[in-house]
């Protein structure tokens, strides 16, 4: 091949992926409108969106579940959530052309299968789901979230050869909702107390944990004539991807010696310079607590039981390494097509050296970090405990900030059996809820 004709098919290249908008920027739109509670217009962005996905439809597919879940089409919701659950742990086997062709471009390449705490959030929002219906599934939901965190810890320490904690990654609602279920029972208050007990030691400086244990060890349900509701709020802008540059570390430098290594003649240089990566990022929560009042007397608020930046954070830090590790192979293998060209076509003027160093800066150039992620989670999970007699009781919730009322209240009615549990589930990732507040078997806000 002449080398016009090499120069051609770089720029080539170079210009087509160029002109590929990455994921952040692809689901800015959407995801705004989402924020700023417009929910039928984040609904037609994504759905043009998977009409045309460029590697991205299960995360995509995510999005849509939480537009769907929060304006009441909760069976639509769980059905998206269990198609994307399915397709993940199919993905979770590698695919070596995948690998390969993602060192010619980048990690956009390779079928994205979810984060680990991802992975586990899809089941509990499938749980959630379930309990918001008819709370058949619920059961059946909650005891997968706790298996595949088990599997997700097993195959963490074997890829990464690392001692982790047992608690790796895990949701504290996820055994918190177990025991909710046990309990709920009526008979099962053994394996409730187990459950309870696990999520205390997952947040052993949350002191209301210790009500939950106290009951289940006598237990009591709840007395005669009243029923439970669990008041669930999701609270702030949960973790998202965003592209970076990082200088590699010496030993992301020898983890990528090893990949090159079995790519081809390439070795990795002693420095380098930075690479684009990924960082996960979350911001700040817009208020600390959601305020519960019932029939019109304040009396108490959520409190935190999940910190989704923490986990994800936390999961993604022992995966990073190989992050960078893949990012440095990539520029090592582009580098090395671009010197074996020019030997190949023994190339020997300035010029053509020249215009062949700045078609591969080009193509370098076009490289972006994977920032697919399910970008609507929230930051935390909180909840509280109510017990209230049996009937219909209006519940108002509204934003708090050090003990004080930052925002509008909004109210549900919300109806109580004897002996029973009830569930309210609304997002706040800002100071007014998205779409409805959920209440289980219906649906319902009232400003």
Not at 249 to 260: E, K, P, T
Request: proline letters at 6%; one cysteine or more; charged letters at 20%.
């Amino acid at each position: 091949m002449a080398l016009t004709s090499i120069l051609a098919a770089f720029a080539l290249a170079a210009v087509l992926l160029a002109g590929c908008s990455t994921h952040q920027k692809r689901l800015a739109s959407p995801r705004a409108s989402f924020y700023a509670n417009q929910l039928p217009a984040a609904e037609k962005q994504l759905s043009k969106l998977i009409e045309k996905p460029k590697s991205d439809a299960n995360v995509i597919e995510l999005d849509l579940a939480m537009v769907e879940l929060l304006r009441g089409d909760i069976a639509s919701a769980e059905r998206r959530l269990q198609q994307v659950r399915d397709t993940w742990d199919h993905l979770e086997q590698k695919s070596l052309a995948e690998s390969a062709a993602s060192y010619i471009t980048d990690d956009h390449q390779r079928a994205y299968s979810g984060e680990d705490y991802e992975r586990l959030m899809i089941r509990i929002m499938l749980t959630l789901c379930s309990l918001m219906q008819d709370g058949v599934d619920a059961e059946s939901y909650s005891l997968q979230t706790l298996a595949k965190q088990q599997q997700l810890l097993e195959k963490a320490r074997e890829r990464w050869d690392e001692e982790l904690a047992a608690n790796y990654c895990i949701p504290p609602l996820a055994p918190y909702l177990r025991g909710v279920l046990r309990e709920a029972t009526h008979r099962d208050y053994d394996a409730a107390l187990r459950s309870y007990q696990q999520t205390a030691s997952l947040l052993p400086e949350s002191t209301f944990l210790q009500n939950d244990i106290e009951r289940a060890q006598h237990g009591v349900h709840s007395q005669p004539g009243y029923g439970i509701v669990y008041v669930i709020a999701m609270v702030g802008r949960g973790p998202y991807k965003q592209e970076t540059n990082h200088r590699p570390s010496q030993a992301a430098l020898q983890a990528a010696d090893l990949i090159v290594s079995s790519l081809g003649k390439y070795s990795v240089p002693p420095t380098l310079a930075p690479v684009k990566i990924p960082e996960l990022v979350s911001p700040a929560k817009p208020f600390d607590l959601v305020g519960v009042e019932v029939n019109g007397n304040a009396i108490s608020t959520t409190l935190p039981i999940t910190d989704l930046h923490y986990l994800a954070t936390q999961s993604y830090a022992i995966k990073r390494p190989e992050v960078v590790a893949r990012a440095v192979a990539r520029r090592v293998v582009k580098k090395g097509a671009i010197y074996a060209a020019k030997d190949k076509l023994n190339v020997s003027t300035d010029l053509a050296s020249v215009a062949m160093d700045a078609a591969g800066v080009l193509w370098e150039a076009t490289e972006a970090a994977d920032t697919r992620c399910w970008g609507l989670l929230p930051r935390e999970i909180q909840i509280l405990r109510l017990e209230l007699p049996a009937g219909v009781h209006q519940i108002r919730q509204e934003p708090v900030t050090a003990g004080r009322p930052i925002g509008p209240a909004v109210a549900c009615d919300v109806t109580v059996r004897d002996g029973q549990n009830s569930y309210i589930l609304s997002y706040w990732p800002g100071i007014k809820p998205i779409g409805q507040v959920l209440v289980s078997g219906r649906s319902e806000a009232t400003p």
